[in-house]
């Protein structure tokens, strides 16, 4: 065999060799892209995204878009030539697979967990909306969720109030874990309740429940810090007084709230918001209103300027990295709080843009 032939016949299966390899071989990884964005303001899949009863609500035109990132599922196994792909695209992001999903965890854990977030993420818009447009929100403390196999379990449910621990009114979620640590591990501790059946139609009606309170005595049990538990975690429940739906499904965790407080803001105001803008966003939002960061905000600008926005809403602390790589036509605004995403969508309203907030790149002002 001439060695032209031969030099070419073991390049091409080493080619071969490396390809296949490049198939077969397993990482570490995952891949992030642009995901949909859905307009809050708008519909989707026919329903309405927003909607308000019991309240009079106002026209509104333009977009206040949330975003969406697409990842690999926890159960996914990327090769090294699927990373290598996503290393070299530039509207993708590969990240190290344990970054997103804890060691372990299933696609169904993954989703449960996803679910949980979207829905505390709506209860919190709900109530930062509403306190931004100085409409009373009442609260209480509930059963978030019950451990399997601990004293709770069977005993407590989700959504029960709790209206005292041992006789002590609780008037704070993390004032109930402090009242259980009082006692010993083996002791008994009693919980005054309402159960969530009593308490959701109460709800219905913007009330908080007046009646139907009863005892529930358990047995707490040793957690690995020593501390005695009964394994439930304590949330706060709001309670507004008209209905507010979210209409949204197919989409997991927290990062929507910013965009679903400020659609609910919008469809409660008398004046236009947004002017007729098309204005994207993202950012956790507590029910006080403060803005908090998100992952994958790089992925969120692309979609979100892909779709045809103009301005970016984008948490203080997602800004520098936003910032790095912003899309061209896309104008990134630097907000902290609900305030100040309401703040910002007024000057662009009016068209007053030249000192809106905005976002820069670590290192510079």
């Excluded at 899949?45 to 990842?71: A, C, D, Q, W």
């Excluded at 083996?186 to 969530?196: D, L, M, Q, S, Y």
């Excluded at 810090?225 to 927290?254: M, N, S, Y």
Aim: aromatic fraction near 4%; charge should be negative; include cysteine.
């Amino acid at each position: 065999m001439p060695r032209r032939t031969a030099t070419l016949l073991a390049s091409t299966l080493m080619l071969i060799a490396l390809l296949c390899a490049g198939v077969l071989i397993p990482v570490p990884y995952s891949e992030m892209s642009p995901g949909p964005t859905v307009n809050t303001l708008g519909e989707h899949s026919g329903e309405p995204v927003l909607e308000i009863s019991g309240r009079k609500t106002y026209p509104t035109t333009g977009h206040l878009n949330m975003t969406t990132v697409r990842v690999t599922g926890p159960d996914y196994t990327m090769n090294l030539f699927e990373a290598v792909y996503g290393w070299l695209d530039h509207d993708n992001a590969v990240v190290p697979h344990k970054t997103l999903y804890p060691e372990g965890q299933t696609a169904e854990e993954a989703d449960q967990e996803n679910a949980e977030e979207f829905s505390q993420s709506q209860e919190s818009a709900k109530a930062s909306a509403l306190r931004q447009l100085k409409i009373p929100v009442a609260t209480q403390t509930v059963v978030g969720s019950v451990v399997k196999d601990m004293p709770a379990d069977g005993q407590l449910h989700a959504g029960d109030v709790i209206k005292a621990v041992d006789g002590k009114p609780v008037t704070e979620a993390a004032g109930v874990a402090k009242l259980v640590t009082l006692h010993k591990p083996g002791e008994k501790v009693r919980f005054t309740i309402i159960p969530a059946k009593t308490a959701a139609a109460a709800e219905k009606q913007g009330k908080r429940p007046a009646t139907g309170t009863k005892d529930i005595t358990l047995a707490t049990e040793k957690a690995e810090d020593g501390r005695a538990i009964v394994g439930i975690q304590a949330e706060v429940d709001h309670i507004l007084p008209f209905t507010i739906d979210v209409k949204l499904a197919d989409v997991g965790g927290p990062s929507a709230g910013l965009m679903f407080a400020l659609g609910i803001v919008d469809k409660l105001t008398p004046q236009d918001l947004t002017g007729g803008k098309f204005v994207a966003g993202t950012g956790t939002i507590d029910d006080k209103g403060k803005v908090g960061p998100i992952g994958g905000i790089s992925m969120k600008t692309v979609g979100a300027r892909d779709k045809g926005a103009e301005f970016f809403l984008t948490p203080k602390d997602n800004c520098a990295t936003a910032a790095k790589d912003t899309p061209r036509g896309l104008t990134l605004v630097k907000v902290n709080t609900i305030g100040d995403a309401v703040q910002a969508l007024q000057k662009i309203r009016s068209g007053d843009t030249d000192d809106l907030p905005s976002c820069s790149p670590a290192g510079r002002s």
